[in-house]
């Protein structure tokens, strides 16, 4: 069965430090994997998508993550963190079945950034 | 573009008791997602609508849970009756289309059962 899992359910970085946020993946075949963000009281919003192009794929607000399919990870990261990148992140899967895609969601990491 | 409008934002209810969610998607989106959020957890896909029918629904517990996508537009998720573990964010997101297109997710409502 597909699925993911987000190693760490909390992380704390400094203004201006780098972001990792880790993602492991379990799948029977190539993966389509995501990346989402929700601020408070916000809609979930797409930060990147990987479908079996690039292996490193860059996304919105400086944040890229790169699919690694011997390590079966895909984990998000960026340069230097900004005080209004603290919110929840989500990695995802896509599991194709039955004709239709569904998203399957991981527990989530809250990232906190300090002055 | 006005994107994913859901309402209301916030409900309370006591248990046994009826709610409704309501979901307008992004204009044009054919494909309508509902999620229930469970605090600590990420969103699981209750049912998946393809204009006005029901694609998936395996997640949908249908002793109590229903939705309804009229004229393949406007959404309704209904709760019949709550139960304490109800209690979440509910999500509606729609897509242009079913298979990789990206979803838009709205606001959310936050249900409490007391």
């Known amino acids: 069965a597909q699925s993911v899992t987000q190693l760490d359910s909390h992380v704390s970085v400094s203004e201006g430090t780098p972001v990792l946020l880790r993602c492991n993946y379990s799948s029977s075949y190539s993966p389509s994997l995501f990346w989402y963000v929700q601020h408070p009281n916000k809609g979930l919003q797409l930060l990147l998508k990987y479908t079996s192009a690039a292996t490193l794929v860059k996304g919105i607000n400086g944040f890229e993550a790169e699919f690694k399919k011997s390590e079966t990870s895909f984990h998000l990261t960026k340069p230097s963190a900004h005080m209004s990148d603290a919110a929840e992140y989500f990695c995802v899967v896509s599991v194709y079945s039955g004709g239709y895609n569904k998203l399957i969601f991981g527990a989530g990491t809250r990232l906190a950034v300090h002055p | 573009e006005a994107g994913v409008a859901q309402s209301p934002r916030y409900k309370i209810i006591e248990k046994r008791q009826s709610v409704a969610f309501w979901c307008n998607p992004i204009s044009g989106h054919a494909t309508l997602y509902w999620y229930q959020q469970i605090l600590g957890q990420g969103p699981k896909l209750l049912i998946q609508?393809?204009?006005?029918?029901?694609?998936?629904d395996s997640q949908l517990p249908k002793d109590r849970f229903s939705a309804e996508r009229l004229k393949g537009v406007d959404s309704t998720l209904k709760i019949q009756p709550a139960k304490l573990e109800d209690s979440a964010v509910y999500l509606c997101a729609s897509s242009l289309q079913r298979g990789l297109h990206e979803q838009y997710f709205g606001p959310g409502t936050r249900l409490t059962v007391t």
């Open positions: 609508f393809q204009n006005n029918g029901v694609v998936d």
